[in-house]
Nanobody
Framework: QVTLVESGGGSVQTGGSLRLSCAASGDTGRINIMAWYRRPSGKRRELVAGMTHGGSTNYADSAKGRFTISRDNAKNTVYLQMDNLKPEDTGVYYC???????????????WGQGTQVTVSS
């Protein structure tokens, strides 16, 4: 079991920056991947960026060159630095943690409640 709490969302003008934080608690020693997803209004949830415990990263095409995911394993916290924000980045951003493995049928995915990001002109 892992509990995730996001923070750092808010409203910003086009071209501005925000840094999101996600603090994990519980069985944090079992976490492998931590990731950020977002749900734009009227659209389905999509992956923004992910990072393994060992430091391997992946990004959505729309995030490459503008967003940076980082991770402090000692603090059980993952960050998303968002620069040069655009209106299409608007949405609810969710933190996700994934265990590497577990017992058959065990839930290995955990989600935060989300934080709103709004980008306007």
């Amino acid at each position: 079991q892992v509990t995730l709490v996001e923070s750092g969302g808010g409203s910003v003008q086009t071209g501005g920056s925000l840094r999101l934080s996600c603090a994990a608690s519980g069985d944090t020693g079992r976490i492998n991947i931590m990731a950020w997803y977002r749900r734009p209004s009227g659209k389905r949830r999509e992956l923004v960026a992910g990072m393994t415990h060992g430091g391997s990263t992946n990004y959505a095409d729309s995030a490459k060159g503008r967003f940076t995911i980082s991770r402090d394993n000692a603090k059980n916290t993952v960050y998303l630095q968002m620069d040069n924000l655009k209106p299409e980045d608007t949405g609810v951003y969710y933190c996700k943690a994934e265990f590497a493995y577990g017992d058959y049928g065990e839930n290995l995915d955990f989600w935060g409640q989300g934080t709103q990001v709004t980008v306007s002109s």
